[in-house]
């Protein structure tokens, strides 16, 4: 069984940082892409920053500059370094891996619960 684990949301004040982890767990064969959405009150979940394995990184416009998402493949942990934080950026972040269990042919994509990220003006 796999499982995904965030930790380090909370709140910031606008300008503040805040850094998010997620770690995945459980019987993993391989991690393709590990990322990070969010999803605002009112609002589809989008897209904040994903890292392929091996591959190109990719932000929404709305974070570039700002955000930096990295990686620890050795321990299958994703991590979102947050700036110059806004009030916009108030959502909850989900981070999301498409991986292969062991046992599985097809990857699939699974997520964590959800971390909550307030910023105040």
């Known amino acids: 069984q796999v499982q995904l684990v965030e930790s380090g949301g909370g709140l910031v004040q606008a300008g503040g940082s805040l850094r998010l982890s997620c770690a995945a767990s459980?019987?993993?064969?391989?991690?393709?892409?590990m990322g990070w959405y969010r999803q605002a009150p009112g609002k589809q979940r989008e897209l904040v920053a994903v890292?392929?394995?091996?591959?190109?990184?990719n932000y929404t416009d709305s974070v570039k500059g700002r955000f930096t998402i990295s990686r620890d493949n050795a321990k299958n942990t994703v991590y979102l370094e947050m700036n110059s934080l806004k009030p916009e950026d108030t959502a909850v972040y989900y981070c999301?891996?498409?991986?292969?269990?062991?046992?599985?042919?097809?990857?699939?994509?699974?997520w964590g619960q959800g971390t909550q990220v307030t910023v105040s003006s």
């Open positions: 999301a891996a498409l991986l292969r269990p062991i046992g599985s042919l097809p990857a699939h994509y699974y």
């Open positions: 890292m392929p394995t091996g591959g190109s990184v």
């Open positions: 459980g019987r993993i064969a391989s991690i393709n892409t």
